[in-house]
């Protein structure tokens, strides 16, 4: 038995110590034995979201739930059979220009968070199906090139039009407008709320009454970026996400950052959770489950949430905002993607079919099986190139830019295995 100090309080952890000093929180006995007797008797407190309550927009007899496809599972495989789900795999989750296979991609990220919150949904006796579309569909819209593609993706939008593009909500564009896959309101307000880069010590959801405020909230996050960060889950299975986001991330990019020798001798302090990744996911699912069983909402104790918070900040000193990483970004994506735009956009406005804005966006939206009450190609212009750049593999983009600009003057160089 360990113990700490936080403040005026003590906090016990029951952990596993190793050789190598790692430790590995479990389950106190008392919550243990409470958990094992009311599985058996059936008598735990549920919290979890009743499939009976999923709404669509529309009242299609085919999306129906049925005794062996219930709702969210039928919203699992929309998701997974989208097209654009496939583009996970080649997608940078942090570090780009690097042809390894050991990196992270943002495929593995979303799988990560799924099986987190997975295995918290399931101790808190939560919809897990609920969960596992949530998780893997809540980065389906984002850019190549992370969080520095999103950000001059945003950049331009805005200057074209006065609206922002976040990853959040464009995820639901992709799952309810470019593809009207009629997925369910209860996993479109997980994706679009499931924010990773804004920690809480205690998440409680927000119910939602309809699609009408639904709207009305992404609506509000084009006009003010700063709306997206005050989008709450409406189900304690989105807040399950969104806790597990973070958890996902935070361990794994350090673990990435080492492979690639980007942090020399740095070394990250061990506080509550641990320092590395296997400590980091087991000590936060363990702090969570333990806070938060039998409640309707998910809770981390101070002395984690505050080893959560300094994690992140080391996370972002080292990692994130690392000079040599921004700058690499910088000089060549961000000039790439405003030349990008400016053409596709041109090409539309010029209508010109050869484009591959025509044959390799457009015509790949327009198959018979999407049924749409307006035609994809009459969407406003800088949404369609929004729509276009973001739906892009790092490779696709690269490919792109090569064949309209052969003698461009920016050039990505990979880093490889051996180089």
């Not at 006009?223 to 189900?235: F, G, Q």
């Not at 069983?293 to 972002?316: M, S, T, V």
Request: aromatic share 12%.
């Amino acid at each position: 038995m360990r113990t700490e100090k936080f403040g005026e309080k003590v906090y016990f952890f029951a952990c596993i110590l190793y050789n190598n000093g790692m430790h590995y929180e479990v389950l106190s006995e008392e919550l243990t034995r409470r958990m094992e007797r009311e599985r058996k008797e059936g008598t735990f407190r549920s919290f979890a979201f009743e499939e009976s309550g999923a709404l669509r927009r529309k009242d299609n007899p085919h999306d129906g739930a049925t005794v062996w496809r219930p709702a969210f599972v039928r919203d699992i495989d929309k998701i997974m059979n989208c097209p654009y789900y496939n583009r996970y795999a080649d997608k940078t989750q942090v570090f780009s220009f690097y042809r390894n296979d050991d990196i992270t991609r943002r495929g593995q990220h979303v799988q990560y968070v799924s099986r987190i919150a997975r295995t918290i949904g399931a101790a808190l006796h939560l919809n897990c199906d609920l969960i596992e579309a949530i998780a893997l569909g809540h980065d389906i819209g984002h850019t190549p090139f992370g969080h520095a593609g999103e950000r001059y993706l945003s950049e331009l939008y805005y200057a074209h039009t006065g609206r922002y593009f976040s990853h959040n909500i464009h995820s639901v564009r992709v799952l309810d407008t470019v593809f009207p896959l009629n997925i369910s309101l209860q996993t479109l307000s997980g994706i679009a709320s499931h924010d990773g880069e804004l920690e809480l010590s205690e998440y409680r959801p927000a119910p939602l009454a309809d699609f009408a405020v639904f709207d009305a909230q992404i609506e509000s996050c084009y006009r003010d970026a700063a709306n997206v960060r005050k989008l709450v889950p409406c189900t304690l299975e989105g807040c399950a996400v969104r806790i597990s986001d973070i958890i996902a991330y935070l361990g794994k990019d350090r673990q990435d950052a080492q492979r690639v020798k980007l942090l020399g001798g740095e070394e990250f302090a061990a506080g509550a959770i641990g320092s590395i990744n296997a400590e980091i996911v087991n000590n936060l699912t363990v702090n969570i489950i333990e806070n938060s069983y039998g409640k309707g909402y998910i809770k981390l104790d101070e002395a984690h949430f505050a080893a959560l918070q300094q994690a992140k900040r080391e996370d972002y000193e080292l990692i994130y905002r690392n000079e040599a990483v921004e700058r690499e970004l910088r000089e060549s994506v961000r000039p790439m993607t405003e030349e990008l735009y400016e053409k596709l956009l041109r090409d539309l406005n010029e209508g010109r079919a050869d484009s591959p804005v025509f044959r390799h966006h457009i015509a790949y939206l327009n198959k018979p099986y999407y049924k749409r009450s307006v035609p994809y190609e009459e969407t406003e212009r800088n949404q369609i190139v929004v729509d276009y750049i973001a739906s892009m593999t790092d490779d696709y983009f690269v490919d792109l830019y090569e064949y309209l600009f052969p003698h461009g003057k920016y050039k990505i160089r990979f880093k490889t295995y051996f180089g």
